[in-house]
T-cell receptor
Framework: AQSVTQLGSHVSVSEGALVLLRCNYS??????LFWYVQYPNQGLQLLLK??????LVKGINGFEAEFKKSETSFHLTKPSAHMSDAAEYFC???????????FGTGTRLTIIP | DAGITQSPRHKVTETGTPVTLRCHQT?????MYWYRQDPGHGLRLIHY???????DKGEVSDGYSVSRSKTEDFLLTLESATSSQTSVYFC????????????FGPGTRLTVT
């Protein structure tokens, strides 16, 4: 069965600094990987996804993630943090043809003014 | 935003009482899901549906039942609520052929006293 591990339940960065949220996956076959964002008191919103093809994927709000098979990672980055990026971020994994997602435990991102 | 509504948005109930949460979609999507979100656990799948009257269990289905009599509605029932079912419940939908991409409702905060 596939799974994801998010390293760091809380991450704080200064406004304008690099954002790096870590996600490692476990899967015996090539996975599909996702990042979702959850703003306070809201549902989850799809940020970006990797299925096949280009390993660097770009999402909304300036975020991007790179699929690295050799490192079994799918870390989320943004070059310059903005106050509006404060939220909880979830990594998720599934397989081709599988209708179910498996979510990580989430990373809460705090932006320091 | 995907047309997903959940009702009620907040509910407080007593241990042992039955509770039904409703998810309604206007997208005519085939797949619907119920998750619970708890601190330290991320999102965990309770049940999902792949069509009218077609449902299956997720990883935390004990104590929950679901029904889907129409494409647009997916009901989650707690037959006899327990304090361990205090949580935030999210509904999600996805389309045929794009079942990896899930779109989430705003959530229902349930407190069992």
């Amino acid at each position: 069965a596939q799974s994801v591990t998010q390293l760091g339940s809380h991450v704080s960065v200064s406004e304008g600094a690099l954002v790096l949220l870590r996600c490692n996956y476990s899967s015996s076959v090539p996975p599909y990987l996702f990042w979702y964002v959850q703003y306070p008191n809201q549902g989850l919103q799809l940020l970006l996804k990797y299925t096949t093809g280009a390993t660097l994927v770009k999402g909304i709000n300036g975020f991007e993630a790179e699929f690295k098979k050799s490192e079994t990672s799918f870390h989320l980055t943004k070059p310059s943090a903005h106050m509006s990026d404060a939220a909880e971020y979830f990594c998720a994994v599934t397989l081709f043809g599988n209708e179910k997602l498996t979510f990580g435990t989430g990373t809460r991102l705090t932006i320091i003014p | 935003d995907a047309g997903i509504t959940q009702s009620p948005r907040h509910k407080v109930t007593e241990t042992g009482t039955p509770v039904t949460l409703r998810c309604h979609q206007t997208e005519n999507h085939r797949y619907m899901y119920w998750y619970r979100q708890d601190p330290g656990h991320g999102l965990r799948l309770i049940h999902y549906s792949y069509g009218v009257k077609d449902t299956d269990k997720g990883e935390v289905s004990d104590g929950y039942s679901v029904s889907r009599s129409k494409t647009e509605d997916f009901l989650l029932t707690l037959e006899s609520a327990t304090s361990s079912q205090t949580s935030v419940y999210f509904c999600a939908i996805s389309a045929q052929g794009r079942q990896n991409e899930q779109y989430f409702g705003p959530g229902t905060r349930l407190t069992v006293t």
